[in-house]
Nanobody, 124 residues
């Protein structure tokens, strides 16, 4: 499984961005997906997770109410809609895939495959 993120960039505080992560292959729907970020000097943190079918999601407190994770299994793509961005959201954002049992929402951090990351910079 190869994951390629896109959609990062520079945005002013209060603005929005939508990140995309496209998966290669034909098994995308067999994976739970997650979005992580890592800011300079900080550990990587899990932001949001979504189940294989997309009907279950989970969010970190830092982004709850501002970020929305979704997926389109026909397009092999997972999204992260980010609204009301803050300077502290500046980081490299990664998507990741985890092989899971159908309908289970995986909320851990041990994912099987990772993208290369996309940089999000929020100016004040």
């Amino acid at each position: 499984v190869q994951l390629v993120e896109s959609g990062g960039g520079l945005v002013q505080a209060g603005g929005s961005l939508r990140l995309s992560c496209k998966s290669s292959g034909r098994t995308f729907s067999m994976y739970g997906m997650g979005w992580f970020r890592q800011a300079p000097g900080k550990e990587r943190e899990l932001l949001a997770a979504i189940s294989r079918g997309g009907n279950r999601q989970n969010y970190a407190d830092a982004v709850k109410g501002r970020f929305t994770i979704s997926r389109d299994n026909y397009r092999n793509t997972v999204y992260l809609q980010m609204n009301n961005l803050k300077p502290e959201d500046t980081a490299v954002y990664y998507c990741a895939a985890k092989s899971t049992i159908q309908s289970v929402l995986y909320t851990g951090t041990e994912y099987d495959y990772w993208g290369q990351g996309t940089l999000v910079t929020v100016s004040s």
